[in-house]
């Protein structure tokens, strides 16, 4: 399984962004995807999770009510639609899939894309 991340780019504050995770070498509604982000210095921390079904989804407090996270299984597409993006939103955006139920523990997630970087500047 491969994952390809894109979307990022350099925006201001209050602007929007999609990100796309792209699955390929298997089928999307077999995995679990969550995006993922890391800030220089900071911890890997979950963002949004969506479950294979794509009924059950997280969303850290911190993105409640801005981010929506959402699959397109023709497409084998999940999207991550970013809006009134603030700057402590600024990391790399990564998404990573598995085969088990939803967790933002990211040490579970056995597949992994390559990151897109999002800045948010003031």
């Known amino acids: 399984v491969q994952l390809q991340a894109s979307g990022g780019g350099l925006v201001q504050s209050g602007d929007s962004l999609r990100l796309s995770c792209t699955v390929s070498?298997?089928?999307?509604?077999?995995?679990?995807i969550g995006w993922f982000r890391q800030a220089p210095g900071k911890e890997r921390e979950a963002v949004s999770c969506?479950?294979?079904?794509?009924?059950?989804?997280y969303y850290a407090p911190s993105v409640k009510g801005r981010f929506t996270i959402s699959g397109d299984f023709a497409a084998n597409t999940v999207y991550l639609q970013m809006n009134s993006l603030k700057p402590e939103d600024t990391a790399v955006y990564y998404c990573?899939?598995?085969?088990?139920?939803?967790?933002?523990?990211?040490?579970?997630?056995?597949?992994w894309g390559q990151g897109t970087l999002v800045t948010v500047s003031s």
């Open positions: 070498g298997s089928t999307l509604n077999y995995y679990t």
């Open positions: 969506i479950n294979r079904s794509a009924r059950a989804t």
């Open positions: 990573a899939a598995r085969s088990g139920t939803t967790t933002t523990r990211p040490e579970l997630y056995g597949y």
